[in-house]
């Protein structure tokens, strides 16, 4: 499947960002899908992730009651809603696609969110 993540940007803290990545080619109704994000001079972290059906969410404790994952399976499309954001949310975010939570096998090309204070 092919990731295509968008909606990152400038946004002074507290601010929200919704990013939206958009899925093509295998069914992506079928799929698992997660959120990792990646800071300056720090490796990729674990931000979100939703499986298939959509009622089973779970989240990295720094972004829990902040960031709400979701999915739109008829647009093939999962979003990831940040409010309260911080400037230790600044980072490069990717989205994922894999057959189970934490088994990724493709990945999008990654947007970056920049929190300023």
């Known amino acids: 499947v092919q990731l295509q993540a968008s909606g990152g940007g400038l946004v002074q803290a507290g601010g929200s960002l919704r990013l939206s990545c958009a899925a093509s080619?295998?069914?992506?109704?079928?799929?698992?899908m997660g959120w990792f994000r990646q800071a300056p001079g720090k490796e990729r972290e674990f931000v979100a992730n939703i499986r298939w059906s959509s009622a089973i969410t779970y989240y990295a404790r720094s972004v829990k009651g902040r960031f709400t994952i979701s999915r739109d399976n008829a647009k093939n499309t999962v979003y990831l809603q940040m409010n309260s954001l911080k400037p230790e949310d600044t980072a490069v975010y990717y989205c994922?696609?894999?057959?189970?939570?934490?088994?990724?096998?493709?990945w999008g090309q990654g947007t970056l969110v920049t929190v300023s204070s």
């Open positions: 994922a696609a894999g057959p189970y939570p934490g088994d990724y096998d493709s």
């Open positions: 080619g295998r069914t992506f109704s079928s799929y698992a």
